[in-house]
């Protein structure tokens, strides 16, 4: 059911909230918290389609409430308006806008304006999501493309190459002169190196391991060919335990992964890269983490920095599955990690 959440130490003002919520938004289930760290717990839990937020509060005010919830990854997307009566002072709205809240509304207010308000904030949400979804579906078109891309690339063109390497190596070369037999030579060599790449590349853009045996040996199976190619020793650390992921998580996730390792290769300077698969209270977890030269802080914030387009991209992919994406520096170098709802088997 959809929630509305409002932060208010008043009982009285959440009593009110929770009327007119009743009158106008009948669909959302009302929730109160009287203070902000009840708050922040119950839009945890809860994850609410929206949050009112007193300022005025004991222990916590509204400033560093909104702060906290805009900072963590399962609230960051939430609207949050502020009901206030500091609402009519332009330097307490402007402090409230860059904590983070989406708009400002004064006490006392009037219900017509608190509903526009809450019509706003609702449809940029409903925007957000269908964003979300739209990236998604993206990301699976794209995946589809590649699969038949590569299944073509495997049934004519490195069919066709096999046929005429097997075709080369037939010819007796015994009773040719030297330079046909170094030509036969030379060539059958320039076609086996073309099956090799053929077989590469359609590895690279579809890999059928991912479909057929699941992500875990899909995982391996990209350590063990970038660890060949660029000379970095790779690590895999997986639990026991089987889980089960739908066949989209398992795309985004591999495709996720093959982006860090990019980012390794292109950015790190490492030698070390260690990938570690668990699972804890209902999430899916894997951190990928490398040795190199480190990330700054800056560098993971905001997407117009260096590489944060990437990281921008990835973190909306996870999300619109649900999940959470983080990186940070570690005492190594650089550790991303990703978690997402699984289903155990």
Excluded at 207 to 212: D, G, K, S, V
Aim: hydrophobic residues 35%; aromatic residues 6%.
């Amino acid at each position: 059911m959809k929630k509305i959440l409002a932060i208010d130490d008043n009982n009285i003002n959440l009593e009110l909230l929770s009327q007119i919520i009743k009158l106008y938004y009948p669909e959302f289930n009302f929730i109160g918290a009287l203070s902000g760290r009840e708050g922040i717990e119950i839009a945890q839990r809860e994850n609410p389609d929206l949050i009112l937020l007193d300022i005025m509060m004991p222990d916590l005010d509204g400033y560093e409430t909104c702060r906290l919830l805009k900072e963590h990854n399962k609230t960051k997307q939430i609207p949050i308006i502020m009901v206030s009566a500091l609402g009519r002072d332009s330097v307490e709205r402007t402090k409230g806008l860059n904590a983070g809240a989406d708009s400002f509304i004064s006490k006392p207010f009037d219900q017509v304006e608190l509903k526009a308000q809450i019509n706003v904030a609702l449809r940029i949400k409903s925007y957000q999501l269908q964003l979300k979804k739209l990236n998604s579906e993206i990301t699976l078109i794209e995946e589809r493309e590649r699969r038949r891309i590569a299944e073509n690339l495997h049934d004519s063109l490195g069919q066709t190459l096999g046929l005429a390497f097997m075709n080369l190596s037939s010819i007796d070369t015994r009773e040719c002169r030297p330079e046909i037999k170094n030509t036969i030579q030379f060539t059958s060599k320039l076609l086996n190196k073309a099956i090799e790449e053929s077989r590469k590349l359609t590895y690279d853009l579809s890999p059928p391991i991912l479909y057929e045996l699941g992500l875990v040996p899909a995982i391996k199976w990209k350590l063990e060919s970038f660890e060949k190619e660029h000379k970095i020793e790779t690590f895999l650390i997986t639990e026991k335990n089987e889980t089960k992921l739908s066949k989209e998580n398992n795309i985004f996730l591999y495709r996720t992964i093959g982006e860090l390792l990019t980012n390794i290769v292109k950015h790190a300077e490492a030698s070390e890269v260690t990938i570690k698969q668990t699972t804890r209270n209902g999430m899916y977890c894997i951190s990928v983490e490398d040795n190199g030269i480190g990330l700054n802080k800056k560098e993971v914030k905001p997407p117009s920095d260096k590489g944060g387009f990437g990281l921008l991209s990835i973190t909306e992919r996870i999300e619109s599955i649900n999940g959470i994406f983080k990186i940070e520096p570690s005492k190594e170098g650089t550790l991303a990690e990703i978690e997402i709802p699984y289903i155990a088997v």
